[in-house]
């Protein structure tokens, strides 16, 4: 069965300071891999994807890690700001072959839910 | 360019009534999925559509659930008869092919059954 691990399931920390969460999982066979960020009240957003061969990627003060071997990623947060309270989804995607063609199956996290204090 | 259009925003029913939402996709774009995503989880793939063709609906429960796609665009998400259980976000999103393209969410509609 394929699953998608997060940890810690809450973080508090101060405006400023560097975080990183992680995410482990058991899906096969593997796509790629995204992290999202959910505000409250609102749709998952897009921060990262990456694919088999990629290790690291990053968008602005975000920057994801992969680890194809160990199943593991990370998203490491630099710097933080009070905008960057949200929860973080790890979604890992597995590809599929349906009678009508290909696709993929994505499996959600549930998420990190981070508070980031002035 | 305009984003997942989902509606209504919130909506409160009793139990074994029926409730639907509506998802209007982005432009273009060829896949839909519905989530359901309960206080404090990721969200759960309901149901996938290619066009208005149906790629995926394996952990849609089909003895309450039903969704359709006509014309592969609008989509629309029925319960009938809705439980306490079923109290959640729903979200709609699309993207341009599925596989590696990313899936923009809408804000969601939020379910309360009482």
């Known amino acids: 069965k394929n699953q998608v691990e997060q940890s810690p399931q809450s973080l508090i920390i101060l405006e400023g300071k560097n975080c990183t969460l992680q995410?482990?999982?058991?899906?096969?066979?593997?796509?790629?891999l995204r992290w999202y960020k959910q505000d409250t009240g609102r749709g998952p957003v897009s921060l990262t994807i990456?694919?088999?061969?990629?290790n690291t990627k990053s968008n602005g003060r975000y920057t994801a890690t992969l680890d194809a071997d160990t199943k593991q990623s990370s998203l490491h947060i630099t710097a933080s700001q009070l905008s960057d309270s949200a929860s973080y989804i790890c979604v890992v995607s597995a590809t599929h072959r349906y009678p009508s063609g290909g696709s993929y199956i994505p499996t959600f996290g549930r998420g990190t839910s981070l508070i980031v204090h002035p | 360019e305009a984003g997942v259009a989902q509606s209504p925003r919130y909506k409160i029913i009793e139990k074994r009534q029926s409730v639907a939402f509506w998802c209007n996709p982005i432009s273009g774009h060829a896949t839909l999925y519905w989530y359901q995503q309960i206080l404090g989880q990721g969200p759960k793939l309901l149901i996938q559509?290619?066009?208005?063709?149906?790629?995926?609906d394996s952990q849609l429960p089909k003895d309450r659930f039903s969704a359709e796609r006509l014309k592969g665009v609008d989509s629309t998400l029925k319960i009938q008869p809705a439980k306490l259980e079923d109290s959640a976000v729903y979200l709609c999103a699309s993207s341009l092919m599925g596989g590696n393209t990313e899936a923009f969410f809408g804000q969601g509609t939020r379910l309360t059954v009482v």
């Open positions: 995410c482990n999982y058991t899906v096969s066979p593997f796509s790629n």
């Open positions: 559509f290619q066009n208005n063709g149906v790629v995926d």
């Open positions: 990456m694919t088999f061969s990629e």
